[in-house]
């Protein structure tokens, strides 16, 4: 078993920055893709961003040029700096990571979640 656990949400200024991180703990031999999902309420799950093992990065294009995806392979983490924080940025951000385990299965995993509001 395979757990990814968040942290660095909560309340943040419009304009201000925040830093979410992302561990991974468990049966890891390797991590594939890891990224960055949010949810606002009454929305569905989108892509924010996406960082792949060689260190490709993706972005949604509502926060390309604010937000910066990196990860952290010995340590199995990935991090996501947020600045330029607009209201519109509120929502659950989910931590996601394609976990190979030591016989090389795949599977997906999924954080519990992390709340964040930008609001005055």
């Known amino acids: 078993q395979v757990q990814l656990v968040e942290s660095g949400g909560g309340l943040v200024q419009p304009g201000g920055s925040r830093r979410l991180s992302c561990a991974a703990s468990g049966r890891i031999f390797s991590m594939d893709a890891m990224g960055w999902f949010r949810q606002a309420p009454g929305k569905q799950r989108d892509l924010v961003a996406v960082i792949t093992s060689g260190g490709s990065t993706n972005y949604a294009d509502s926060v390309k040029g604010r937000f910066t995806i990196s990860r952290d392979n010995a340590e199995n983490t990935v991090l996501l700096q947020m600045n330029s924080l607009k209201p519109e940025d509120t929502a659950v951000y989910y931590c996601?990571?394609?976990?190979?385990?030591?016989?090389?299965?795949?599977?997906?995993?999924w954080g519990g979640g992390t709340q964040v509001t930008v609001s005055s």
């Open positions: 996601y990571a394609g976990v190979r385990d030591h016989e090389l299965r795949y599977a997906p995993y």
